[in-house]
DNA sequence: ACCCGATTACTCGCAGACGAGCATACGCCG
DNA sequence: CGGCGTATGCTCGTCTGCGAGTAATCGGGT
């Protein structure tokens, strides 16, 4: 499935669909897709722009157009988007809708690895998490209110779809928090005696081997 | 906040994580952590363990302890972990565990540039998304409910977390997708119009020109 | 009229990441 | 007991991401 892309930047994404509408040289793309917003919804890093670019055009996705230059400024190639690289625009995004991919959010691998810390202090940051979480959530449904009432529905989708998803991780974290604090979660009283006296519970010693059969 | 870690890629945290208990070398770390499906919690790449492990070393994290050889198999170097690397891992594990980081999910990516697509097509492609979701959702519920009756709570927290985000990711899809079949999402007769006629609905005309001011 | 800080627009070097590839060992079948 | 397919264990070259740095320009204060 997913072939891999020629250009596998997310940026390279969004300047697709900026020269869609028309051409523009690099530093103007950064404008728009500021203005969009765009740099909210993926992880965009300005220092890959030109890299970006350049990409796209060695794997003829965009093609330059014109060179200008104003003063004693470094002349500003202007691009505009090839028939493949609307191709690739059309492409990319059927994936990106249609294939859910196994995402994985940092704070899962740190719940993998909960063990190391101690079960209160755990709580303990549990409890900044959701704090921190709220606040987010708060400013986020702010902003989507606000720019509801001049930004059509369509281009909003996606700051709602987060916010979908972050109240659903505050959800759990609370769920979770509450069986650490009225002390209901399973193993908790093995948890905290490992962590106290660094000896693994009897109870699991056996588990820690597993998958270690070798010669 | 968050100063940078010394070695950034989170396989070094899971390496981390298994040398607590004993030392290894790199391979046997790949044989452990793969038992443990940490490999499911973390975007992990094995041919990055030799790297990860050697800049480990480079900035005192780990310590190789012995160096033996079998046959005519090149050496394999034994590591432990140290003070350093102790006090690291835990680190970084708080700072996973409090710190919501805006993360960015490629479903974001593509919702973002839906526009791209026609409405039917995208709603085709939404439902399709919502198909492969739910047998991924059916395979983590049962994948969960088996290992719930061998591994205690405290290691499964991670794969409830992604069940937990990925049903309300489901959920909301399927909001979407009735705006969509129902006709009730608005602009969805301007939507229509604009990809099937190529031309910018005036409502939105002015909003595409935003933030381009430039000379 | 001139200076200085902010903004604009871009460049570059270095550090990883990672996939493909390779060499050794093992097991099984004839 | 020899040959071959598969698993084991590791290396290396390539490619790209990106942050820090820089040069030109603007603006506005005195």
């Given at each position: 499935?997913?072939?891999?892309r020629?250009?596998?930047n997310?940026?390279?994404?969004?300047?697709?669909?900026?020269l869609?509408?028309?051409?523009?040289?690099?530093?103007?793309?950064?404008?728009v897709?500021r203005?969009?917003?765009?740099?909210?919804?993926m992880?965009?890093?300005?220092?890959?722009?030109?890299t970006?670019?350049?990409?796209?055009?060695?794997?003829?996705l965009?093609?330059?157009?014109?060179?200008?230059?104003?003063?004693?400024r470094?002349?500003?190639?202007?691009?505009?988007?090839t028939?493949?690289g609307r191709?690739?625009?059309?492409d990319?995004t059927?994936?990106?809708?249609a294939?859910?991919?196994?995402?994985?959010?940092?704070?899962?691998?740190?719940l993998?690895?909960?063990?190391?810390?101690?079960p209160?202090?755990?709580?303990?940051?549990?409890?900044?998490?959701?704090?921190r979480?709220?606040?987010?959530?708060a400013?986020?449904?702010?902003a989507l209110?606000?720019?509801?009432r001049?930004?059509?529905r369509?281009?909003?989708?996606?700051?709602?779809y987060?916010?979908?998803v972050?109240?659903?991780?505050a959800?759990?974290v609370?769920?979770?928090?509450?069986?650490?604090?009225?002390?209901?979660?399973?193993?908790?009283t093995?948890?905290r005696?490992?962590?106290?006296?660094?000896?693994?519970?009897?109870?699991?010693?056996?588990?820690?081997?597993r998958?270690?059969?070798?010669?």
């Amino acid at each position: 499935m997913a072939r891999r892309r020629r250009v596998g930047n997310l940026l390279a994404l969004a300047v697709l669909s900026a020269l869609v509408e028309r051409p523009m040289h690099p530093y103007e793309m950064a404008g728009v897709l500021r203005a969009r917003g765009k740099d909210q919804d993926m992880p965009i890093k300005w220092g890959s722009l030109y890299t970006v670019v350049a990409n796209l055009e060695r794997h003829g996705l965009l093609a330059a157009v014109q060179s200008d230059r104003q003063g004693r400024r470094p002349e500003r190639t202007v691009y505009r988007i090839t028939e493949a690289g609307r191709d690739e625009l059309v492409d990319w995004t059927r994936e990106l809708i249609a294939v859910p991919e196994r995402e994985h959010p940092r704070f899962e691998a740190g719940l993998s690895v909960l063990g190391v810390l101690g079960p209160d202090e755990a709580t303990e940051l549990l409890r900044q998490r959701l704090d921190r979480l709220e606040t987010q959530l708060a400013d986020a449904r702010a902003a989507l209110a606000r720019h509801g009432r001049e930004i059509p529905r369509l281009f909003l989708v996606e700051a709602e779809y987060d916010l979908a998803v972050r109240q659903a991780e505050a959800t759990w974290v609370r769920g979770l928090l509450d069986e650490l604090t009225t002390g209901s979660l399973p193993g908790l009283t093995e948890w905290r005696a490992w962590h106290e006296t660094g000896a693994v519970p009897p109870d699991w010693a056996e588990l820690a081997e597993r998958g270690t059969e070798q010669q």
